[in-house]
Each structure stands twice: as structure tokens, then as C-alpha cells.
């Protein structure tokens, strides 16, 4: 155990990682209050719109290096070049959600046609992942599906795949549908399924007649009981499962999670199904498990880091930090560099 948390809290001072460690076996149910309290706060705190606007303004802080390539593409490119040298592929996001103004969203759209267009004139093996709430899906979905339109196509010329990312619940299905839209069109667009909500293992189902190339996650946002499994456990065995029912389905999936037990449990299902390695993908995000994406490259699996970069860093930081409360010390240590 204290290896364990010594590599999964790497700096953080002894005394203090039992504050932050799940592993920890006299966990006491404070702790666990304590952790859950500071998880919604942060997750409350990623929404918070005058502390976006106040980070946009302040640049890169607090240790967001970490996570984020930098502020511009040049950085992020630089970044994708040398996971390409150590045989791993990219996933670029210009950061930025929740866009709402028109003008906005078109901004957006020009930064992510420009983003396809460095990825293409530098060579690197990338392609585009995509927040639709940043392209104007809060002001109308014909605005989104019109700037989504000009990105994928814009893709399509440079034969580039484009992610549609899965947001908070109250933009699922509305997501699902333009995904939809887009397929029946394009071939280079992708979506997100959550393990954690209730409805993913029907979408699944659903999403098969498009053969869908799916990157499955957890889930990064807070929601209800009324439409999410509110125990690790059981978000656990529901991801895995939609794993699985995606595999068997015949389609690509995107294996996207740092977790090392459902990372093991995907390679000995691929083993025992005789399911190729280009069927599927691991994704890490970027500062998160690089280590472990390193090992799985090095075993000839396919593996793509999720690169996000631009001044919009303050929601994706503060979605890292929830997700693991003990990235709360390294803010702290960095707000006393
Ligand atoms: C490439 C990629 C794309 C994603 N896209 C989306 C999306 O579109 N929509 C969405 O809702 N979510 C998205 N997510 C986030 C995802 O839903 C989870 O919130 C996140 O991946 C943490 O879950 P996990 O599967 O890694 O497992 P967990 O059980 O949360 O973590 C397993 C282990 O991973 C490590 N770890 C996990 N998170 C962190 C962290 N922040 N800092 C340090 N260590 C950590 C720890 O060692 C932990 O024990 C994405 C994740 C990845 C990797």
C-alpha cells in the first residue's frame, strides 16, 4: 500500500495522502465526506464563469502545465511531435465550452479550422477532439451543426477524424442527435459514450447501426442519481460492460480511462475474442498516467494522448483536480512557487 500511494501521489508529504487516498484501508467516513465535499466544490467551481474569464485573462497558473500543452498551437504541436517520437498518436482540443454568443462560437470554429490546418501542414499523427457547447450548442443546435459542418468537412479534405466530446447530461442527447446528423454524411466523425450514466448501455445498441467509432469514458461531470450510477463500483462494471458490447458489436472503440484494472480487463477480452489491435485505442489524458500509456505503446497497442491547449484551461483544470482531489497539493505548491 504505501508504494502504491507513493506512485499514485507522487510529492504529496506522507502524513497527508491518506487525505486524499481512496486506498487507504481505516478510511473513515469523514474523509470519504471530506473528499466528496471537495470533489462538488471543484466540479461546482469548473462552471464558475467570472473565474473562467478571470484565468482566460491570467494565463496558464497553478501548476495547469501539467495538463494543458500551453497556450498556443505551436506548443501543442511541439507536444504531439514528441508523443509521436515515442510511438504514441494525439488528440488536440483548442479549450473552450459553453460558448454564448454567436461571434464567439465563430471564433471557436476559425481556431479549430486553423488547429486542422497545423495539423496538416506539420505531419503529426493527430486528430481533432471537440466540445460542441463551444461551437454554440446553448444558442441553437442549427448555429452548432453549421460550424461543426465547416470543421468536419474542413477534416474530411485533410482525411482527419473529429471527436465529438460528451459533455454534462443536459447536452446528451442533443449530442447524440447531431452525432447522427454528421454520420450519416461524414465517415470522420466520432462521439462519446459515459459509463456512468444509466442510458449509455441503450445508446450503445442504438449507435451500432451507425457503426459507431466510440471513445468510451467514465464520466467527468456531476449528476444526479436520476440518471447516473452513483457508486464507483458500479460505474466501474457498467464501463466495462459498454466496453465490451462495443468490442463484440465489431466496432472501433476508444478505450479512454488511467484505470489499470479495466485497462488489464480489455486486453485479456481482446486476447480471448481474437479481437484485432486496430479495433481499438487506448486514451490517457495528457500529465495523467504517462508511464502507463508509455508500457502499452511499447506492447504494440494503439495509444493516443489527449492533448488540450489555448487559454480556455480553467473548467478541463478544475475537472483534473476533481476527479482527484490530491491534485488539489500540487495547486497548492504551486501557488507558493
Ligand atoms: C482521452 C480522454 C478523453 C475523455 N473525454 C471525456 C468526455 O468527452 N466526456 C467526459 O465526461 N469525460 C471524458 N473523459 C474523462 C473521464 O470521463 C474520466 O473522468 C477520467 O478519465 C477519470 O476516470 P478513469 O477512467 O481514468 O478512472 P478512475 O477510476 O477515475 O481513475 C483510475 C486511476 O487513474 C488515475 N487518475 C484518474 N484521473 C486522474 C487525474 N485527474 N489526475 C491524476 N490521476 C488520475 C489515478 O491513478 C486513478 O486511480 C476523458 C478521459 C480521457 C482519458
Redesign the pocket.
Given at each position: 500500500m504505501p508504494e502504491r500511494e507513493a506512485r499514485?501521489y507522487p510529492g504529496v508529504p506522507l502524513g497527508c495522502r491518506g487525505l486524499f487516498s481512496p486506498h487507504v484501508e481505516e478510511y473513515a467516513s469523514r474523509r470519504v465526506q471530506a473528499v466528496a465535499v471537495m470533489r462538488s466544490v471543484l466540479l461546482a467551481l469548473s462552471r464558475n464563469r467570472t473565474a473562467n474569464r478571470l484565468a482566460k485573462k491570467y494565463g496558464l497558473r497553478f501548476g495547469a502545465t501539467r495538463f494543458v500543452a500551453g497556450d498556443t498551437i505551436e506548443k501543442a504541436v511541439e507536444c504531439i511531435r514528441d508523443l509521436n517520437r515515442r510511438g504514441i498518436m494525439g488528440?488536440l482540443n483548442y479549450l473552450g465550452e459553453f460558448e454564448n454568443t454567436e461571434q464567439g462560437a465563430a471564433e471557436k470554429t476559425r481556431k479549430l479550422i486553423e488547429t486542422l490546418d497545423a495539423i496538416h501542414s506539420s505531419g503529426i499523427d493527430c486528430n481533432l477532439?471537440v466540445k460542441i457547447t463551444s461551437l454554440g450548442l446553448d444558442i441553437s443546435k442549427e448555429i452548432c451543426v453549421a460550424n461543426l459542418t465547416k470543421i468536419v468537412e474542413h477534416a474530411k479534405k485533410y482525411n482527419i477524424f473529429v471527436r465529438i466530446?460528451?459533455?454534462d447530461y443536459s447536452h446528451c442527447q442533443q449530442t447524440l442527435d447531431i452525432y447522427k446528423e454528421m454520420r450519416q454524411k461524414y465517415d470522420n466523425v466520432g462521439a462519446?459514450i459515459?459509463g456512468y450514466l444509466y442510458r449509455s448501455e441503450k445508446d450503445i445498441e442504438d449507435l451500432n447501426q451507425y457503426k459507431a467509432n466510440l471513445?468510451l469514458?467514465?464520466?467527468?461531470?456531476k449528476e444526479s442519481a436520476e440518471v447516473a450510477f452513483p457508486k464507483?463500483a458500479d460505474v466501474?462494471r457498467n464501463?466495462e460492460k459498454i466496453i465490451k458490447m462495443h468490442l463484440s458489436n465489431g466496432n472501433y472503440a476508444?478505450i479512454?480511462?488511467?484505470?489499470?484494472a479495466?485497462i488489464e480487463k480489455v486486453k485479456q477480452f481482446v486476447k480471448e475474442k481474437n479481437i484485432p489491435k486496430d479495433q481499438f485505442e487506448f486514451?490517457?489524458?495528457l500529465?495523467?498516467?504517462s508511464d502507463l500509456a508509455q508500457k502499452l505503446a511499447n506492447e504494440g497497442y494503439r495509444v493516443?494522448?489527449?492533448v488540450p491547449y489555448g487559454t480556455d484551461w480553467y473548467g478541463y483544470f478544475m475537472?483534473?483536480?476533481a476527479?482527484?482531489p490530491?491534485?488539489v497539493w500540487f495547486v497548492l505548491k504551486n501557488l507558493f512557487r
Open positions: 499514485e488528440a477532439t466530446e460528451m459533455e462519446v459515459q471513445r469514458v467514465k464520466g467527468a461531470y464507483k466501474d464501463y476508444a479512454a480511462s488511467h484505470d489499470e479495466i486514451q490517457m489524458l500529465g495523467i498516467r493516443r494522448i489527449y475537472r483534473r483536480l476527479e482527484r490530491a491534485n
